[in-house]
């Protein structure tokens, strides 16, 4: 049936189940009479609602005139706010998915991000979020939006479903899947919603999933709902049109869900179904769903079929980590070499005695920390059965995509060309008062290719995609800048909130030499951020800073090295992000992220950072180690903001060797026109 006709539902004697059917009209009307205020409650919440404003002006929250209508917060509607922050305390964990909060302290159950009253709410202003929103990376016209769901290009067209509240700017359990289309992955067109949660077995939100394309050209779309009781189940969905290169309209299969949750799986730990791929062994298509164990091991599990209806599972369990948790939004697939690879190849060419060199990647997303782990490993198919490289950096317990915020990721093979994309959502982490405000929450991370990385074999290398450079516009080359210790130095740009920065940098041999004393404790997340001294770092740029000044509590975002000589005499490098500084705003997440960037003899040390209004994306030694922050200035914006090279260290020269700053265009994402 179409999605988009919710007028029909299976009868309760139909349901191969035992769930409670919902109610149908007459018998909600019938349970919703005890719930009737009358006219005297009516008044008494608009009486609140008049309050709740006159406390908000007096806080200081400039919200008028320019936001778009969905982006301010009208009278009528402070009261409709305040309520869902204070009576759902998650939306996430008790729902059966991970908790979709920026992070910030609250006395509303982790919602506002500030007191209820604005005692501590930043006042923003339509300018300050005005600039918030970002030029080239992918975000829906407005709303909130969280996990990539079922990329695939199709007839021409890059497709990127999205899990999406058409209702409003927070998370939701009537999670629908959003849609837009592209040429290129940069240049978005907007389309309908292609499902909304209005069947019984996903009622509570369509969850996330994943595209098939079958060899005959056929797509079909396997994903998560939410039933009416919050079980979770996977369901089916396939083009309305198949000759539409759109892909507007979609049909969920008749007979959903296709598959439960297997025995001694609770019912809200099994979601988010993989691409398939064929394994011509027996001439069946296998998917993995993620899930975690009764002694909360993090697990994977496989199933088979030929038809995407009737499915069977695998005996055994493809992997599983104990004390990681759910895995949400698992992945699997394989890498090596430079170009990306089809995991139905991959599975024949190994059947056929060949592919040795390619290693296959398993991800998960956890729900207990919201980090994306990886890891390399080897996939035996007639076993069912992937086993790490290395034990000690195991799924769930060592190497992650990101070291900052970036969740819920999802790859696809482009076959046009023959790559493989790994997109991550980019949540926020400001209020959720603030993103009320603006009408919208929520990004998508650069596209990004993943490939093995040959010279260490230990680690991927993540780098945006090559379209991301017809973006550039005007460039300045800023040649070679040799820093002293306790330095900044400021870049003459001419505009500096949206840029793609490419850096090399060296310390003085000589002043390297004579760091002799061991650094043994540093760490990106526990240090002192930019500000805590060694003898070799940090040095690197300051992005989103404020051009007018710098010094003392002035905005700004650190992005740096940290070189450390370990007790055996050599040389650790670290990578980090430093938000402490990034605003002046108290109600956001402001941390230090980070990790250690191997650094191969010869190289120097080198990072490419994507700037983009709130969003910064670092990548370091062409792309070994990635770190995505979220921040929020209040004066380093618009004219204001400004880069700076900064050396803090207390005992070396660093020079940048090569350093050149584009300017980005913006993406100009285009909203849906029927006649495309």
Not at 129 to 149: A, C, I, S, V, Y
Not at 219 to 242: E, K, R, W
Not at 423 to 436: I, K, L, M, Q
Request: include cysteine; hydrophobic fraction near 40%; charge should be negative.
């Amino acid at each position: 049936m179409e999605t988009r006709d919710g007028s029909s539902r299976p009868e309760p004697a139909s349901l191969p189940c035992s769930y409670a059917p919902l109610l149908d009209d007459a018998e909600a009307a019938v349970v919703g009479r005890g719930r009737r205020t009358g006219p005297l409650f009516a008044a008494l919440l608009l009486a609140l609602a008049a309050v709740l404003l006159a406390v908000a002006t007096l806080a200081g929250v400039r919200l008028v005139g320019q936001l778009p209508a969905t982006g301010v917060v009208m009278p009528d509607q402070l009261a409709t706010v305040d309520e869902a922050m204070s009576t759902n305390s998650s939306r996430g964990p008790e729902s059966g998915v991970s908790e979709k909060t920026s992070g910030v302290p609250a006395v509303h159950g982790g919602m506002l991000g500030a007191d209820a009253a604005g005692s501590n709410a930043f006042p923003w202003s339509n300018a300050m979020l005005q600039w918030q929103r970002t030029g080239f990376h992918f975000q829906p016209e407005k709303n909130w939006m969280n996990d990539p769901n079922g990329p695939v290009y199709y007839k021409g067209w890059y497709h990127l479903f999205y899990q999406y509240n058409p209702d409003g700017a927070i998370w939701g359990n009537k999670i629908a899947w959003g849609h837009a289309v592209s040429r290129d992955l940069l240049r978005w067109r907007h389309l309908p919603v292609a499902m909304f949660p209005d069947q019984w077995y996903d009622i509570n939100g369509a969850w996330s999933g994943s595209a098939t394309v079958l060899p005959d050209g056929r797509i079909v779309m396997l994903y998560t709902g939410s039933t009416n009781a919050s079980v979770q189940v996977q369901c089916l969905a396939f083009p309305s049109d198949p000759s539409d290169p759109l892909l507007t309209n979609w049909t969920k299969y008749e007979g959903n869900p296709v598959l439960y949750p297997p025995p001694h799986v609770g019912e809200k730990d099994f979601r988010d179904p993989t691409t398939a791929w064929y394994d011509g062994s027996d001439g069946m298509w296998r998917i993995i769903i993620g899930s975690k164990d009764e002694r909360h091991a993090g697990m994977a599990l496989t199933y088979k079929t030929k038809n995407f209806i009737d499915f069977e599972l695998v005996p055994g369990v493809l992997h599983r980590v104990p004390a990681t948790g759910m895995w949400e939004c698992i992945d699997l697939y394989p890498v090596g070499g430079a170009r990306g690879i089809d995991m139905t190849e991959a599975v024949a060419a190994a059947s056929n005695g060949g592919g040795g060199e390619v290693l296959h990647v398993m991800k998960e997303s956890s729900d207990d920390d919201r980090h994306d782990y990886y890891a390399l490993g080897r996939y035996n198919a007639a076993t069912n059965k992937w086993t790490p490289l290395d034990v000690d950096t195991d799924v769930g317990i060592g190497l992650r995509y990101d070291w900052g915020k970036f969740y819920a990721s999802k790859t696809f093979y482009d076959p046009a060309k023959k790559r493989r994309v790994l997109w991550g959502w980019v949540g926020e982490t400001d209020s959720e008062r603030a993103d009320v405000a603006k009408g919208w929450a929520s990004l998508q991370s650069i596209p990004r290719t993943v490939v093995l990385d040959t010279k260490t074999g230990s680690n991927l290398i993540q780098w945006p995609v090559v379209e991301v450079e017809t973006l550039r516009t005007n460039y300045t080359n800023l040649g070679s800048i040799t820093i002293d210790h306790s330095s900044v130095f400021l870049l003459s740009l001419h505009r500096a909130t949206q840029l793609d920065i490419e850096a090399s940098f060296r310390l003085d041999p000589l002043d390297v030499a004579a760091a002799k004393e061991a650094d043994v404790g540093y760490n990106c997340s526990t240090s002192g951020g930019a500000a805590g001294r060694g003898a070799l770092g940090p040095f690197g740029l300051l992005v989103l800073a404020d051009a007018r000044r710098h010094g003392g509590d002035t905005e700004q975002t650190a992005v740096y090295f940290y070189v450390a000589r370990g007790l055996d005499g050599g040389l650790r490098t670290h990578f980090c992000h430093d938000e402490s500084r990034s605003s002046r705003a108290s109600d956001i997440v402001k941390r230090v992220v980070g990790n250690v960037v191997p650094v191969l003899d010869g190289e120097a040390l080198s990072i490419r950072v994507l700037v983009d209004h709130s969003i910064v994306e670092s990548f370091a030694q062409g792309g070994r180690s990635t770190v995505t922050s979220r921040v929020y200035p209040t004066e380093a914006i618009y004219a204001n903001a400004g880069v700076y090279l900064f050396n803090n260290a207390t005992g070396a020269r660093v020079t940048a060797t090569s350093l050149i700053v584009h300017e980005m265009d913006s993406s100009y994402n285009q909203a849906y026109m029927a006649s495309l």
